[in-house]
């Protein structure tokens, strides 16, 4: 198991592995990924492999950055995953996060939230983060806004719905 990146009081944050593929194929597929972050078409274990080697590790290696793997500090279980994504669209870092349902309103995502603002603010160059959600994600909306981000605007992403444009300036 790979080292963890950093923590917080209750999870710990980490690199996503290979041996990671099988909570990809869950996370992605359960139904609020879907209605919020859109289907991925990871319908097989291979699928889910090719997911992390493109997807967080194709980033950690071209930016320096990607999306962690969230687990819980007192048994290792993954719960979730919480970390930067390179938007074309979009100038600097999008923060982004998701959880399994059964780990939803816990304050899991408040807590790796804040703990990613605080590790990307001692350890990157970055002075502004975003982060988008759908209109109807009221509850992404608000764990944003208690974060300290601050809504923007509106971002259309190539081919997909308009979302809601929230904006961190860090310092």
Request: hydrophobic letters at 35%; glycine letters at 8%.
């Amino acid at each position: 198991m790979p080292d963890t990146l950093f923590h917080s009081s209750n999870i710990n944050l980490r690199h996503f592995i290979i041996d990671d593929a099988a909570f990809i194929f869950d996370l992605l597929n359960t139904p609020t990924w879907k209605q919020f972050i859109g289907d991925r078409n990871i319908n097989t274990h291979q699928d889910a492999v090719n997911y992390i080697i493109n997807g967080p590790q194709g980033l950690y290696n071209k930016y320096g950055y990607g999306p962690w793997l969230v687990s819980l500090i007192d048994t290792g279980e993954p719960i979730g995953m919480c970390g930067l994504f390179k938007r074309d669209y979009l100038d600097k870092p999008d923060l982004g996060f998701a959880f399994l349902p059964g780990f939803a309103g816990r304050g899991f995502a408040y807590e790796a939230a804040t703990a990613s603002i605080k590790y990307i603010k001692d350890n990157y160059d970055i002075d502004k983060l975003y982060a988008s959600t759908t209109d109807t994600n009221t509850r992404s909306q608000r764990l944003l806004e208690r974060s300290g981000f601050i809504r923007s605007g509106l971002v259309t992403p190539p081919g997909e719905e308009t979302l809601l444009l929230y904006a961190l300036t860090l310092q």
